[in-house]
């Protein structure tokens, strides 16, 4: 498995999931088809290195699945509003992001002001920034 991180400044940033979290996450990257290796490799890499703990003890300002934030994609000024959601509610138009995109495997249980860089499937350097968590539905 070859690292599509890209550690631009020290360390990996810290990350946390609850252990039901975990398991669901975990199922689905068992099933994702050849054609998406790359999300289930940046996704198998978060689940190794995780912080797996019940749901009552996970920090509220990590990102879970169904968090709402308020995010900074790559070098943008702009920040957006997205939504961490399953594949089958993922709408990149309404807000909506799939935990199974690379920006959505990259944003699980990532805390505010924690970066986080991959590379995009042309190589190209990404990046995502959680600015605050507005809720948790």
Known sequence: MSEIYI?????????AMSEAAYRILSEMQGRLPERLSHVAELLGQELDR???MPEETLPQDAVRLNSTARLQFGGSSE????KLVYPED????AGRLSVLSLAGAA??????AAPMFWRSLTG????????E???HS
């Open 124 to 131: 190209t350097p990404c990046s995502v920034m959680v600015h």
């Open 7 to 15: 550690p631009l400044e020290g360390p990996l940033p810290e990350i």
């Open 90 to 93: 993922a709408d990149f138009s």
């Open 133 to 135: 968590i507005l809720r």
């Open 79 to 82: 920040i957006q509003v997205f």
């Open 50 to 52: 995780a912080h797996v």
């Open 107 to 112: 944003l699980i249980g990532l805390f505010p």
